[in-house]
């Protein structure tokens, strides 16, 4: 697909998409209104219809979701296959990471898919020439079970003999690093590449070629472009919402198409920029603590809550959290953050001084 990365990225020199400088004024801005329970205080373009009508069905279709996976576990062959087949390899231990917003089920699809064993329960089986461990969520538990179980890992990992693929998200990873010496055996560290505002405009016109998306703000057409550059920012801020992760990226732009013509322009979506809700208030430090937990053990069950963090939260702050988008239950009864969020809520920790490493 074009613009699309043609190879996995190193871990510490990930390239985040940046939007315009002008922009990051205004979105610094935008969030203290936000934070203050203000208005945004923005207005919507004059060439916006006045018939526009809520959009029900999803935008995106399986094949949006099937082209990409396709793309990802193409990247991840081309990096470990050779290394898998090797026979004799100094590098026994390797990485490969995702942002929180990519999907936690992403490296165990891969693996699957490939026929190549995992350790779903963060075990190692020493009879194993090769194993997947497709999440770190086994590892991450900020109690002194978990830390143990972190620490066996870590001793039976230096002396195994089966090559270890790691896989988990980049905060999982830097937790990891705090706690333990793991990383000290890995070879080679390296991410899912980010995807800028060219590639994920042509992600959005897989299924969508013919049809035309215009903001709300400035009544451009947001997929278009001249002499390379796009008619309006919204791809570029896009981008940099959500550090490139396409799977992101296209959750905000579903909750970002509210309305729709359906009379005299049918082939046209308007689309408004996704208002990423601020934490309740009065109670953002527990908020904060809480999401920072949630982020770290990926999922969290809210019977273990008390296990992790070292203050009582206040009555109905889960449910608000919920109910603002930031959390959702998963299939098991584990607290998740919603992935589009993922970005958002690093962003809202980092600048509370709460450790989330770089990326």
């Known amino acids: 697909m074009e613009h699309f990365p043609k ?23 935008l969030r203290l209104r936000r934070n203050l329970h203000l208005d945004n205080g923005e207005d919507e373009s004059d060439l916006v219809p ?11 279709g399986q094949e949006t979701f099937d082209r990409l996976d396709e793309h990802v576990f193409g990247l991840l062959d081309d990096s470990f296959a050779d290394w898998v087949e090797e026979e004799d390899t100094p590098h026994r231990v390797c990485a490969c990471l995702s942002l929180p917003s990519a999907p936690s089920d992403l490296f165990q699809r ?44 870590c001793e039976k990992a230096e002396t ?21 010496g793991l990383d000290l055996l890995v070879s080679d560290v390296r991410m899912i590449p980010p995807l800028d505002a060219a590639a994920l405009a042509s992600l959005l016109a897989i299924e969508h070629d013919a049809h035309c998306f215009k903001s709300v703000k400035s009544g451009a057409a ?10 309006d920012d919204y791809m570029i ?9 396409p799977w992101a990226a296209l959750e905000v732009f579903e909750h970002s198409v509210t309305r729709n013509v ?12 996704y208002d990423w809700p601020a934490l309740p208030m009065n109670h953002t430090r527990d908020a904060r603590f809480l999401l920072h937990a949630v982020l770290i053990h990926g999922g969290l069950a809210p019977q273990d809550i008390a296990n992790v963090l070292p203050l009582t939260l206040p009555y109905g702050l889960l449910r608000a959290l919920k109910r ?22 690093h962003r809202v920790l980092r600048e509370a001084g709460f450790p989330v490493g770089e990326v």
């Open 262 to 273: 359906s009379a005299e322009e049918a082939d046209v979506t308007w689309l408004d920029r």
């Open 50 to 60: 006045d018939d526009l009508q809520s959009v029900t069905s999803p935008i995106f």
């Open 110 to 153: 891969w693996a699957e898919s490939r026929g190549h064993a995992t350790l779903e329960d963060g075990k190692l089986d020493g009879r194993l020439r090769f194993a997947v461990l497709p999440s770190l969520d086994p590892l991450c538990e900020r109690s002194p079970s978990g830390l143990e179980r972190l620490r066996r890992f």
């Open 324 to 345: 603002r988008g930031f959390l959702c239950m998963d299939d098991t009864g584990h607290l998740r953050i919603v992935p589009h969020m993922a970005s958002h809520v």
């Open 160 to 180: 195994d003999k089966t090559r270890l693929l790691l896989c988990g998200s980049t905060i999982q990873w830097s937790f990891i690093h705090w706690i333990c």
């Open 222 to 231: 947001i997929l278009n472009t001249e002499d390379g550059e796009f008619a």
């Open 237 to 245: 801020d896009l981008a940099a919402d959500v550090w490139g992760c």
């Open 7 to 29: 190879s996995l990225v190193s871990f510490p020199d990930y390239p985040k998409p940046q939007t315009r400088a002008t922009n990051r004024v205004r979105d610094a801005f």
